[in-house]
């Protein structure tokens, strides 16, 4: 298996809702990231968790609450987000290699919020 | 700190051309260098990826990659397009140490295959 999985591929969502976006891989990956991506710009990093630990946080607004389970398993969790927070949103895993550090990205999850 | 800098924001192209895509890095310490393809309404598929030896690099979909350390650039070709090669193309480099192998991106390239 070597993709990077990630549900629901569509979501919408109210101001006042509160969702969760998954991601999950089964090639033995350590490391794992969350990325928001806009129209016709590259990703932006969100998160990045280091053998399930929150290692950086580029600053995000506290609405987006990552969440390393297990070694397979990524969640992003939605609470009271913003029109402005529309995108796509991208997970991707590398193994944690030092020296290998390619990162498999999923199909992404196309979050609207009205 | 790095930057990357991808020259053209679309690249129009006739099938079955051959097509270059730019890409410049700023770096002050060593990089790998990658370059990605979105196809509509999907996620990035890497296509290439530079962390050393030889400076040509092979890819997937016929595309391939110079690595030119004194120009700092890593332009990305392809002899014969095909109207399937139409997607964004971003550049990107990565420390070879250090902050998560983070990527910098590049803004990114829309090829569009014109039949």
């Known amino acids: 298996d070597t993709e990077v999985t990630q549900t629901p591929k569509h979501l919408v969502m109210g101001m006042t809702n509160k969702k969760s976006l998954k991601c999950e891989q089964h090639?033995?990956?350590?490391?794992m990231y969350w990325y928001k991506q806009k129209a016709k710009k590259p990703p932006e990093l969100m998160f990045v968790?280091?053998?399930?630990?929150?290692?950086i946080n580029e600053s995000v607004p506290s609405r987006f609450s990552p969440e390393c389970p297990n070694s397979s398993l990524l969640n992003l969790h939605l609470h009271a987000l913003q029109p402005e927070d529309s995108a796509l949103y991208l997970c991707?895993?590398?193994?944690?290699?030092?020296?290998?550090?390619?990162?498999?990205f999923g199909p992404g999850t196309r979050l609207t919020v009205l | 700190a790095q930057s990357v800098t991808q020259l053209d924001s679309q690249v129009p192209v006739f099938e079955e051309a051959p097509v270059e895509l730019r890409c410049n890095y700023s770096s002050s310490v060593s990089v790998y260098l990658f370059w990605y393809v979105q196809y509509p309404n999907q996620g990035l598929q890497l296509l290439l990826k530079?962390?050393?030896?030889s400076t040509l690099v092979k890819g997937i979909n016929g595309f391939e990659a110079e690595f030119n350390k004194s120009q700092t650039s890593f332009h990305l070709r392809k002899p014969s397009v095909h109207i399937s090669d139409t997607a964004e193309y971003f550049c990107a480099v990565s420390p070879p140490a250090g902050s998560n192998y983070q990527l910098i991106w590049g803004a990114g390239t829309k090829l569009i295959i014109k039949p």
């Open positions: 090639m033995g990956h350590r490391a």
């Open positions: 530079y962390l050393s030896g």
């Open positions: 968790y280091s053998y399930e630990k929150l290692s």
């Open positions: 991707a895993s590398r193994q944690g290699l030092a020296g290998n550090n390619e990162q498999f």
